[in-house]
């Protein structure tokens, strides 16, 4: 990959990884009620689930799920339920105090993968990376050697700026109302992101064919 190419996919990646979207909901989320350290596991799921994405879009396999209508149809009409379901339980806890046990890591981290595995912006960002940035007459894994850390950093760069704007905004919200207000703003994003997804269309995958 040449360093105009380089140049151009990291600029993609930049802004695909800082656009907020329910990965960014839900590292704020986790930085305003947890440790520093245990939201991070929010983060390491995010990777992980970058990683296999990475890898499953050099495979073709993101490409073949998304060229069958039936099976993008169900994978968006659950993730569309799970996103509304998170936002309404949210919007529900809203005014609830802050329960003083914290959720144990296992969950954190799940729950992130969970997220980060339905969410909407998946399918098409890296579609979109590989059927623009990939070249055809260039080995697949050479390129990855490229594409992969380069994704992964500005990834991992991204979503811990999201997990520490959560936890300032959690030391900032001293009363019970602002803290309030915000979480019912994040449950609301994640009602908004679901319905999103259910109305989304299939990824067009012209330029990879």
Request: proline content about 6%; overall charge positive; aromatic content about 12%.
């Amino acid at each position: 990959m040449s360093f105009e190419a380089w140049s151009l996919f990291a600029l993609f990646w930049a802004v695909f990884v800082t656009t907020p979207g329910p990965n960014a909901v839900n590292c704020i989320s986790n930085g305003m009620s947890l440790s520093f350290p245990k939201a991070m596991l929010g983060v390491l799921a995010i990777l992980t689930q970058a990683t296999l994405f990475l890898l499953l879009s050099a495979l073709g396999v993101t490409a073949l799920i998304a060229t069958s209508p039936t099976g993008f149809f169900v994978a968006k009409i659950i993730g569309a339920g799970f996103l509304i379901f998170l936002g309404l339980r949210g919007w529900r806890n809203a005014s609830k105090p802050a329960p003083k046990a914290e959720r144990p890591a296992r969950h954190v981290y799940l729950h992130a993968l969970a997220v980060a595995t339905i969410n909407p912006k998946s399918v098409a960002g890296y579609l979109a990376a590989f059927s623009q940035f990939v070249q055809p007459g260039v080995p697949i894994w050479q390129q990855m050697g490229v594409i992969m850390p380069t994704a992964l950093v500005l990834t991992a760069l991204s979503y811990t700026g999201f997990t520490l704007l959560g936890a300032l905004m959690g030391k900032a919200a001293l009363k019970a109302v602002f803290s309030t207000w915000i979480r019912r703003v994040l449950a609301i994003c994640f009602i908004v992101y679901g319905v999103l997804l259910g109305a989304s269309s299939t990824p067009q995958l012209e330029n990879l064919q």
